[in-house]
């Protein structure tokens, strides 16, 4: 079955230092790879995607992912936090054969310190 | 602002209660997905509606039901509610079948139950 993995539940990384934020799925062939942001009392937000292609995408805000096959990873990036961007983050999955839900990591909560 | 929009922001209800959430769709997007998001379950799929009729289902109990009308809103129908019901429920909508994965998230509608 189609699984996802965020394997840290909180970050703690200073304002103006690079994040990377881990990903692991668990799929046969190439899923469709999302990331979702969620602000305290705030919805889902899509900061980025990958559906084929280039595999590193590019985002909102100054994120950016890395899909890579061999690992079966998809890590989020960003070059330098700010304050702003404490918030919980979700990686998700898409698959035609398993239907068309997207199935959501356990999310990392990102704590941003000054 | 994702272009989705979901009714009421809160509810309290008792247990037993019958509720109903309403959400609206991005202009032009067909398809209208239904989540629950739990401490203990995380991001769950629930149900997805396309262009009025029901498409995939998830882990949805037999007590809730859901429907899309013809004008595309939607509305999740949670009956004989129980204390482990609480969560925040989330609608998403995509444009369909041509990029079924692409989903956007309304603000949610957090669920107390007493």
């Known amino acids: 079955a189609q699984s996802v993995t965020q394997p840290d539940i909180h970050i703690t990384v200073s304002e103006g230092a690079s994040l990377e934020l881990r990903c692991n799925y668990s799929?046969?062939?190439?899923?469709?790879l999302f990331w979702y942001v969620q602000s305290p009392g705030q919805g889902l937000q899509l900061l980025l995607k990958y559906f084929s292609g280039d595999t590193l995408v590019q985002g909102i805000k100054g994120f950016e992912a890395e899909f890579k096959r061999s690992q079966s990873s998809f890590n989020l990036r960003k070059p330098s936090v700010h304050w702003s961007d404490a918030a919980e983050y979700f990686c998700a999955v898409g698959a035609m054969e398993y239907g068309n839900k997207l199935v959501f990591g356990a999310g990392t909560i990102l704590r941003v310190k000054s | 602002d994702s272009g989705v929009t979901q009714t009421p922001k809160h509810l309290i209800t008792a247990t037993g209660q019958r509720v109903t959430l309403r959400c609206s769709p991005r202009?032009?997007?067909?398809?209208v997905y239904w989540y629950q998001q739990s401490l203990d379950q995380g991001l769950q799929f629930l149900i997805q509606y396309y262009n009025g009729e029901e498409r995939a289902k998830g882990n949805i109990l037999e007590r809730f039901s859901a429907q899309q009308f013809p004008d595309l809103h939607s509305e999740l129908n949670l009956s004989s509610l129980e204390l482990g019901d609480s969560a925040l429920y989330f609608c998403?909508?995509?444009?369909?079948?041509?990029?079924?994965?692409?989903?956007?998230f309304g603000p949610g509608t957090r669920l107390t139950v007493t």
């Open positions: 998403a909508s995509s444009a369909g079948l041509a990029a079924p994965y692409e989903q956007y």
């Open positions: 202009s032009g997007d067909l398809s």
């Open positions: 799929y046969g062939a190439t899923p469709y």
